[in-house]
Nanobody
Framework: VQLQASGGGLVQTGGSLRLSCAASGRTFSMYSTGWFRQAPGKEREFVSAITRSGGSTYYADSVKGRFTISRDNAKNTVYLQMNSLKPVDTAVYYC??????????????WGQGTQVTVSS
């Protein structure tokens, strides 16, 4: 599975962005998909994940209520709708596919990352 993340950009505090993670390969629907982020000088952290069917979703406490993850298996794409963005959300966002939820080591495939910058 190859993943391509897109949709990042520069937005003001309180603004919104929608990230997309497009996957190649017919088996995408067999994988849970997660979003992680890495801010400058910090370790990569879990943001959100969605199970294969989309029936269950998971969120880090820091984004709960502001971010929404969804997927369209017919389009081989997972989305991360980010609302009420804050400067602390500034990071490179990565999508990943695997069998896990919040643990990085449960994801086997990673996209290249997309930069999100939130200005104050």
């Amino acid at each position: 599975v190859q993943l391509q993340a897109s949709g990042g950009g520069l937005v003001q505090t309180g603004g919104s962005l929608r990230l997309s993670c497009a996957a190649s390969g017919r088996t995408f629907s067999m994988y849970s998909t997660g979003w992680f982020r890495q801010a400058p000088g910090k370790e990569r952290e879990f943001v959100s994940a969605i199970t294969r069917s989309g029936g269950s979703t998971y969120y880090a406490d820091s984004v709960k209520g502001r971010f929404t993850i969804s997927r369209d298996n017919a389009k081989n794409t997972v989305y991360l709708q980010m609302n009420s963005l804050k400067p602390v959300d500034t990071a490179v966002y990565y999508c990943a596919a695997g069998t896990g939820s919040w643990r990085e080591d449960e994801y086997d495939y990673w996209g290249q990352g997309t930069q999100v910058t939130v200005s104050s």
